[in-house]
């Protein structure tokens, strides 16, 4: 999730790691645009493309994921939880 900025520092901490992914891609938030890494420019698909809802619906999932761990997290804390 995230611009060229987030690609490019999602890069930097996959190179740190003996396997690399296939693919990796960021969705930028508003305009919607996606980056790649072998791309300078990001590609733009039209609001109803079915490859864009994909996108996006897997990053609200992976949005969706993080808060639910986060607040569980937090609880677990709040509890005393060790």
Same mark, same amino acid.
């Given at each position: *999730? =995230?611009?060229? =900025? $987030?690609? +490019? #520092?999602?890069? %930097? #901490? ?5 396997? $690399? &992914? &296939?693919?990796?891609? +960021?969705?930028?938030?508003? %305009? ?5 890494? *072998? !791309?300078?420019? &990001?590609?733009?698909? =039209?609001?109803?493309?079915? =490859? ?8 609200? %999932? #992976?949005? !969706?994921?993080a808060q639910h761990y986060h607040l569980l997290l937090r609880n677990k804390k709040m509890?005393?939880? +060790?």
């Amino acid at each position: *999730d =995230g611009g060229k =900025g $987030q690609l +490019s #520092a999602t890069m %930097e #901490a996959f190179a740190m790691l003996d396997k $690399q &992914p &296939p693919m990796v891609i +960021s969705l930028a938030k508003k %305009e919607e645009l996606i980056y790649m890494v *072998d !791309r300078d420019e &990001p590609i733009k698909l =039209g609001r109803n493309n079915d =490859g864009l809802k994909l996108v996006q619906a897997m990053r609200d %999932e #992976a949005h !969706r994921f993080a808060q639910h761990y986060h607040l569980l997290l937090r609880n677990k804390k709040m509890l005393g939880d +060790s």
